[in-house]
């Protein structure tokens, strides 16, 4: 799951995938739908900001869910319409964000 730290006022989380790797990534932003559906739009973290203005960063969106414990997890969207729309969102807000 993710363990939520603060980095120089960034919102990191240190993020598992299913082989037991970690990385760490930026919040971006959040989306939570009219039926209460919470989203996260994630990037890569990089500690040089050098590293960063060379990578090729794409935008990960995960879904927020509940575990059996009652505890939040990220969880990546199955479904391709729900991730083009979702999608669509984040960038929408983004651009509208990084244009000033």
């Given at each position: 799951m993710a363990e939520n730290f603060e980095?120089?006022?960034a919102d990191l989380y240190t993020l598992v995938d299913e082989e037991g790797v970690e990385q760490t990534f930026e919040?971006?932003?959040t989306y939570e739908t009219d039926e209460g559906e919470l989203y996260y739009a994630l990037v890569p973290y990089y500690e040089n900001p050098e590293d960063m203005v060379e990578a090729d960063t794409e935008l990960v969106i995960?879904?927020?869910e509940e575990d059996e414990n009652g505890e939040e997890t990220l969880a990546s969207i199955d479904d391709d319409a729900e991730y083009e729309r979702i999608g669509q969102i984040f960038m929408d807000?983004?651009?509208e964000t990084y244009e000033e």
């Open positions: 980095d120089m006022g919040l971006m932003d995960l879904r927020s807000r983004l651009s």
